[in-house]
């Protein structure tokens, strides 16, 4: 069901606030550039300190703003499978089409807690579910036992795969359905992915360069690997560079080199530290995405 490069989208801020004009701004440019989706408030749109009422507000503007020409995967995650519910069944109710759910973090259920966690969401609510694994930022990583026993309930269609093992991932695409969707959650893994039966990524680097990485997981579901080795070169300073320091803080710095959003993030995210953002500045001009001035 979900396939391509699909980007999980900063949230922009201005004053404090939610720069909506900015969000809708961000949403024309993946659209325009060929991406295959769009994540709203996922971890890349710090959705940890967003309120309730942001939340909604975020995933309802990126539906009206997609307006059903790229499909809409709301992030619904939360360490409280009630408050996941309501966040999840809120998505629904907005038109998302789907809905990326993160494994709770902090309390570190057990695999059993972790399938009645997921499971209870799918049940209660007939939306298309992505499980997000990402032990580094959970604590917790799905086994690929777990997945495909998630993978016997209907409406959960796919798994976000950040385990940074491209063993389990393989584990995962044996153990699963032909039509179980496993997207990278890391833009490094997504040709490895691709090329082990994976269906694309959701992406941190598409947020400014969606067009390469369309051409990317197009050129890796094609066969083409010799393009898709030559997107992969081209792009592995910036996957690098985007990830010096925690995410989403740099790219929401490149971002704002590139004049999108302002330079703004919500405690405990900060501004980079001066020598990372030179970094950051000195990838972007020579990849061409901002001039030398």
């Not at 592995?236 to 302002?262: C, H, R, W, Y």
Request: overall charge negative.
């Amino acid at each position: 069901m979900f396939r391509g490069a699909i980007t999980a989208l900063v949230t922009p801020f201005r004053d404090g606030r939610v720069d909506e004009p900015a969000l809708r701004d961000l949403i024309e440019f993946q659209i325009e550039n060929g991406i295959d989706g769009l994540v709203p408030c996922g971890t890349t749109g710090e959705s940890p300190t967003l309120s309730h009422d942001e939340h909604d507000r975020v995933i309802e503007i990126t539906i009206e703003a997609a307006g059903k020409r790229v499909p809409v995967i709301a992030g619904t995650g939360s360490n409280s499978t009630a408050e996941a519910l309501r966040l999840t069944r809120h998505a629904y109710e907005a038109g998302a089409d789907g809905a990326l759910i993160a494994c709770p973090y902090y309390n570190k259920p057990t695999q059993e807690g972790l399938y009645q966690h997921f499971s209870t969401i799918a049940k209660n609510v007939p939306i298309p579910i992505l499980p997000y694994n990402i032990p580094g930022r959970t604590g917790i990583n799905m086994s690929p036992e777990l997945i495909a026993r998630l993978a016997g309930i209907d409406n959960i269609v796919g798994v976000k795969e950040a385990s940074g093992s491209i063993k389990q991932m393989n584990d995962v695409i044996d153990l699963c359905p032909p039509d179980f969707a496993v997207l990278s959650g890391d833009d490094g893994f997504t040709l490895p992915l691709m090329a082990i039966g994976g269906r694309g990524v959701i992406s941190v680097a598409s947020n400014i360069v969606p067009a390469d990485m369309a051409a990317l997981v197009d050129s890796a579901a094609d066969d083409n690997l010799t393009r898709a080795r030559m997107l992969h070169k081209k792009m592995s300073a910036l996957f690098d560079v985007l990830f010096i320091e925690v995410n989403p803080t740099p790219v929401k710095a490149a971002l704002a080199l590139m004049g999108k959003i302002q330079y703004e993030y919500r405690l405990p995210l900060c501004p980079m530290a001066e020598a990372n953002h030179r970094k950051l500045r000195k990838v972007m001009i020579e990849y061409g995405l901002i001039g030398p001035n």
